[in-house]
């Protein structure tokens, strides 16, 4: 096979990606806010979001870090001291999760990478003691899942995981209409949901870019707004996530 | 106006029927409508009742460990079980409405004052739609801080 430099992620390469993951949460917050209805429908999920990654990566825009660790800890505490709002908190969980499992690690191996996508989701989990799942929490999981049996391939890279986290993220946004009756009923998907596959979307972006990858085309597939199909029917259920599916395949 | 006489000791009120029909919007004198009259009877709501909705409300925010028994036992807060709930909820009616009081255990790692207002926030909005009175105070009272599970 082509030869790939076998790359981590390192310090500045999570920085990027974390930058990467604000500009594209910051470009789509508006319509995360429209899309929230639960637990409390007062629209500001997108914007709690968006306020609580901006403290995340307030501290870490002057670090020069070369570690992953370091970083991760920065984000850790900048988010929790930052959260903003049901999603804000969850978020700051899923980042100190994330911090816990890169500790000491210098730089992560795509397997150590999707280890620690699913630690994040653990971690967020373990703050509830009912978890509902159709949120946040299940889009946090099903990411990592599909983190980890993407890293299982030989060729995995950490472009390749992080893909699979996106791919992963959005389907189960596409999915939890089907989970949470209260969103089928406004015919949208996961406010919350929604906003984490946005951020490891501009993860994947920026990993995309950075040059020290080479990518894989065929990993990246075209994506199309997954929610103005299903506002835009917003009346029953079955024909909304019919509808939501048949996008996914275009 | 509130009938005095049907006031219980546990706190519900009665309505009148002739009030009812006349002043059915909510946010405006509706004072206390625990207790409405309806063509086929009353329909009284208890405070205990309120009481389990907003505790279960609290259970299921993100971030609270559980309820705890109001004040504390020799100086410890004690971690209710799910089926008393209510006992670390306490639920008054006053002029405008409903004043709850919450008395809960946060996960520990958490940014308190915000799971606070996200337990303010997700227990009015259940209650109010649950009961439809207006919730114009919730008092969150963090009485201990858990350790997460691993």
Known sequence: MASRRPVGVDGPLFKQALLGSLNWLAANHEEVNRLNVFPVPDGDTGTNMLLTLQSAVEDIKESNAAEVSKIAKLASHGSLMGARGNSGVILSQIFRGFARAVEGKSS???????????????????????????????????????????????????????AAAAAGARAAVLKTPSQLQILRDAGVVDAGGFGLQLIIEGMLKTVEESESFHIDTAATKPRRSPWTCLRAGGATAQSSSSRATASTST | MIDKDEMSTSGQLTWNVAELYHGLSMASKTPTALGQAQRWGRIEVFTSAVAAIAGHAALSCYGVTGMSARGLRDGVAELLRRE???????????????????????????????????????????????????????????QGVKEERR
């Open chain 2, 84 to 142: 008393s709930v209510d006992r670390g909820v306490e639920v008054v009616e006053v002029e405008s409405g409903l004043a709850i009081d919450l008395y809960v255990i946060v996960q520990y790692g958490m940014r308190i004052s915000e799971v606070a207002h996200n337990l303010q926030e997700t227990v009015k909005f259940e209650v109010e739609r649950a009961v439809n009175v207006p919730v114009v105070e919730v008092n969150v009272n963090v």
């Open chain 1, 108 to 162: 992560l191996t795509p397997r150590e990478l999707a280890a620690a996508f699913e630690e994040a989701a653990n971690a967020a989990y373990r703050a509830v003691n009912k978890p509902t799942e159709g949120t946040i929490l299940t889009v946090a999981r099903e990411a990592g899942r599909a983190a980890t049996t993407a890293a299982g391939d030989v060729e995995a890279s950490v472009p390749g995981v992080i």
